[in-house]
């Protein structure tokens, strides 16, 4: 590891956590999740004028890989006014001991108690996240409804799960919908000078901060619900990704330093909520990515370097970089990693190159198993496509192969059902055929309609009709040699739920919390029954969210220009139906 002076500080210790001692940490599983002080964390800023916490409501783990928070850690770093830090959902172990001794969750760089921020930014990565989001402020002393604030950091969230605030209005004092580079600077700047001119001595004082918030672009805020438009960050192929990442206490669950080389997708899948939320499609140079690449090595020391975007095998330069990054060596042992590959000629040539590109194994997301529902959907790969990637990878050393599927698009029949099967066993097929030694991994997932796609109308089938899906797929793959999972068919529905529910949502996301709900993407953590009697206490059922909706119908979230005519999405509905019509007759 190459090590600055600057970088040079203290070691993560307990000291401003009254209460809190090291015999409390060693009762649980990974202290060094609660501890703080690795290597490139901000430095304190006791001059500073205000003090943002950003909050990943998911283990420390999962946050640290996170490269959103990434970004915006090192973006409000960099200005001297702001004294950043972070904090992660706490698994239940160490949340008994904040609640045993009375402690209130802590930013990790200072220890300051959550309640005593100017700024509280949570990301929502995924909906299955928002009971940890209360349990969070509960654990930091702050109110969790909205309206019951009166002084306390200002609650703000984002991420692609605030795509449709609607759901979590109760909970934060404002959200943004899009990207965050700009917009975060901009709301700091306004909280500064709002705290300069006295308004937190003033009655409304935070009701003005509130509104004069809702004049950045981007930003919604519930207690003045005006129309939105998402924000954009134009600058992005010209900026600089974050470069001095902080080098965690344990090992998370991508262990590279990520380098987002182009941001967007133009793929028009027709599901997917992604590919609508970073649009438009903005690329960084290769020139410029080479040199970050190498400059994120030297400040990690981490020796591997994530190419990272919704799918990196459409980076048109990709070759160029991936040699600049190569012969640019600042390890001899350095590799590279790319996380997101699509079936396509790009891909093909990554497989050649097998002593540079390390993985330890390849993901593809067909999503269909027949060539009449990837049509359906807007994904445009072919049956050909695939199994030539997997001829492809004779030479190569991956052995892992993994297939995500889903059950339940729009349109699906059994023959489409059925031709999941039939598809991995055409790959275990070709693999056995070539005497190559591939282990099958496919996992099966419910389709869960999205605000803002063009399957935002779309039903998502009632649990049982999914589960028997599920099975016919399960038995039939019986008779290859592939590994199956799968998402729970009622955790999907309140995905579903989640995802495109209005206001009312908040009351059963509070009567789960309130019922001890916490870490819902967790299977060995999620609380069936829980969730039932919260929804039958709301008076809210599934399968009125769940719902195909028309084409006429006022949505809970048309109040957002999402830079995405809904015009467009209309009519990509139709063409949808068109096709399967087309095919079907």
């Known amino acids: 590891m190459i090590i600055s002076p600057e970088n040079t500080r203290d070691r993560a210790d307990l000291r401003g956590v009254p209460g809190l001692t090291h015999w409390d940490l060693i009762s649980v599983e990974k202290p060094a999740r609660y501890l703080g002080g690795e290597w490139n964390q901000a430095a304190p800023k006791p001059g500073a004028n205000i003090s943002v916490c950003l909050a990943f409501p998911d283990l420390y783990e999962l946050g640290m890989s996170n490269i959103a928070l990434k970004i915006l850690y090192e973006l409000l770093d960099a200005d001297p006014r702001i004294a950043v830090e972070r904090v992660f959902s706490p698994w239940g172990d160490f949340e008994e001991i904040l609640r045993r001794k009375g402690i209130p969750l802590y930013g990790l760089e200072s220890k300051r108690p959550l309640h005593a921020f100017d700024v509280l930014g949570i990301t929502l990565p995924y909906e299955m996240t928002f009971t940890n989001v209360l349990r969070m402020l509960e654990l930091g002393g702050i109110p969790l409804l909205g309206n019951e604030r009166s002084s306390g950091p200002l609650i703000i969230a984002g991420g692609p799960s605030a795509a449709n605030p609607l759901p979590v209005a109760d909970f934060f004092d404002a959200i943004l ?5 700009e917009a975060l600077p901009e709301l700091c700047e306004r909280v500064i000078s709002w705290k300069a001119k006295g308004g937190e001595r003033r009655v409304r004082g935070r009701l003005e901060l509130l509104e004069e918030i809702t004049t950045i672009e981007g930003f919604w805020v519930p207690q003045f619900p005006k129309p939105v438009r998402r924000r954009v960050f134009k600058g992005f192929a010209s900026s600089a990704p974050p470069l001095k990442m902080i080098i965690p206490n344990v090992e998370t669950i991508h262990n590279r330093v990520p380098l987002e080389i182009f941001r ?18 903005r690329d960084r140079t290769p020139r410029a990515l080479i040199e970050c690449a190498a400059t994120l090595m030297r400040n990690t020391g981490n020796e591997s370097v994530g190419l990272l975007s919704l799918s990196t095998s459409d980076y048109g330069c990709l070759d160029e970089l991936v040699t600049g990054v190569v012969s640019n060596r600042v390890f001899p042992d350095q590799n590279i990693t790319v996380p997101s590959l699509r079936m396509n000629e790009a891909t093909l040539q990554l497989l050649k190159r097998g002593d540079q590109v390390k993985k330890s194994g390849l993901t593809f997301a067909p999503e269909a198993g027949s060539q009449r529902l990837r049509d359906v959907i807007g994904k445009k790969i072919t049956e050909d496509d695939i199994l030539r990637v997997i001829e492809a990878t004779r030479e190569s050393c991956y052995q892992t192969v993994k297939l995500y599927f889903m059950i339940g698009l729009p349109f699906e029949t ?5 031709a999941i099967a039939e ?5 275990d097929g070709t693999a056995r055929r070539m005497k190559l030694r591939k282990d099958l991994s496919i996992s099966l997932s419910p389709f869960v309609p999205k605000p803002f796609t063009p399957f935002q109308w779309a039903e998502q089938l009632p649990a049982e009709e999914l589960l028997a899906r599920r099975v016919r797929v399960t038995n039939a793959l019986k008779r290859t040699r592939a590994k199956v999972s799968w998402r729970e068919e009622f955790l999907c529905g309140l995905e579903a739920v989640l995802a495109r529910g209005d206001e009312r949502v908040g009351k059963l ?9 916490r870490f819902d993407g967790w299977g060995e953590q999620f609380r069936r029954k829980a969730w039932e009697e919260s929804l039958k206490e709301t008076g809210l059922t599934i399968s009125e969210f769940a719902r195909e909706r028309s084409l006429e119908e006022k949505l809970p979230w048309d109040f957002i220009d999402f830079r ?22």
């Open 423 to 427: 598809l991995v066993g055409k790959i």
């Open 564 to 585: 995405t005519p809904r015009a467009f999405l209309e009519a990509e509905y139709r063409r949808a139906i068109e096709t399967a019509r087309g095919v079907v007759e």
């Open 264 to 281: 967007g997708c133009m793929q028009g899948c027709r599901f997917c909520n992604a590919g609508y939320f970073y649009r438009p499609r």
């Open 177 to 181: 919908i899009g990207d965050g580079e």
């Open 509 to 517: 996301i509070l009567a789960a919390h309130r019922k001890g709900c």
């Open 414 to 418: 059994n023959s489409d059902v059925d």
